[in-house]
């Protein structure tokens, strides 16, 4: 098992054993995050520059906690900060960094595909840590290692995937890994947030009830309002009425489902906090299992490029 791309730039298309193969690589990372100094060797040497043209809490930290674990130099750039407030284009902006020879470039941006245009202009190894409505595939690799490490395997689950189908790039992500997986994939939300592809990706429900009968893992959404024009809603309230994850309707789940929720949440809006503070809650697991997830991509990236450099020292 190995994974092939020269970059993870999303995970449609990535064969099960690929994907297999960087959740077990993020297993063996997780370790070093248990240890009392919790630094490795790895990647001494090596520079991530991280690209953050849209806020990130947990994403941006994560990627840095990961690549400073590995001994790597981690620098972050962020929009609001860099030159392209002075009118420098994308692309200027990933020329120059890619001048100063990192050896991998993490980037979110609010525009789908973004990071595919960083990758054919830049000569290192591209993670996409979230383009536009687009996929953010490192988040659905630790959600898959969440849902492994909770219920055992991911093979033949049922999984309902609730709320702004339409805008997130975490449920086409996990969509992806899910059904290369093996679950059985339901889609819940207004009509107004599925898109017409939904029911290639898996059974629709526009009523929570029906949708979440049974299943063994409920994967809630933010509602995605920075990506959202007019009118795909009546009002919040209306929304969290009918779509808001509480303790009713988590019982509908089978017993002992596990309740996955990407982050940021919105208290009261797409889930209450009786839930999200929960027995059933694995979200703060999911944060822990994000810092292994980054670790495994950057060895795996950020290392390929040094074994090539290596080969060509050999070759001269
Ligand atoms: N889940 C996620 O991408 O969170 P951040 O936006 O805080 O990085």
């Known amino acids: 098992m190995s994974f092939a791309g020269d970059h993870l730039l999303g995970l449609d298309g990535l064969a099960r054993e690929e994907i297999e193969y960087l ?10 995050s248990a240890r009392e100094i919790k630094k490795v060797p790895t990647l001494r040497g090596k520079t991530v520059v991280g690209l953050f ?31 392209a407030t002075k009118g420098e284009t994308l692309l ?8 100063m020879n990192p050896d991998c470039l993490v980037m979110r941006h609010g525009s789908s595909g973004a990071p595919h245009l960083l990758a054919a202009e830049v000569g290192c190894p591209v993670i996409n840590a979230g383009d536009g409505a687009h996929e953010h595939p490192t988040q659905a690799l630790l959600d898959m290692l969440t849902i492994r490490d909770k219920v055992g395997r991911i093979e033949g689950l049922d999984v309902a995937i609730v709320g702004d189908i339409l805008h997130s790039r975490v449920a086409r992500s996990n969509i992806h890994a899910l059904r290369a997986l093996g679950a059985r994939v339901r889609l819940i939300g207004p009509p107004t947030f599925l898109p017409p592809v939904a029911r290639h990706w898996g059974e629709v429900h526009h009523d929570m009830a029906a949708g979440l009968r049974d299943v063994d893992v409920v994967m809630m959404l933010r509602l995605q309002r920075e990506r959202q024009g007019a009118n795909f809603l009546p009002s919040l309230d209306e929304y969290s009425r009918y779509f808001c994850l509480n303790a009713e309707r988590l019982q509908l789940a089978k017993p002992g489902a596990i309740v996955l929720h990407p982050g940021p949440i919105n208290r009261g809006i797409e889930i209450a906090s009786e839930v999200a503070d929960g027995a059933s809650s694995v979200i703060l697991d999911q944060v822990t299992n994000g810092v292994a997830v980054r670790m495994a991509c950057l060895y795996i990236l950020a290392g390929r490029a040094r074994v090539a450099a290596v080969e060509e020292r050999q070759v001269v």
């Open 23 to 32: 959740l077990e690589s993020a297993e063996s990372f997780r370790e070093i």
């Open 53 to 83: 043209f849209e806020p990130s809490t947990r994403t941006r930290t994560s990627f840095e906690i990961a690549a400073k674990r590995l001994s790597a130099d981690f620098v972050s750039i962020s929009g609001s900060t860099s030159s």
């Open 92 to 99: 200027d902006t990933a020329r120059n960094v890619a001048a």
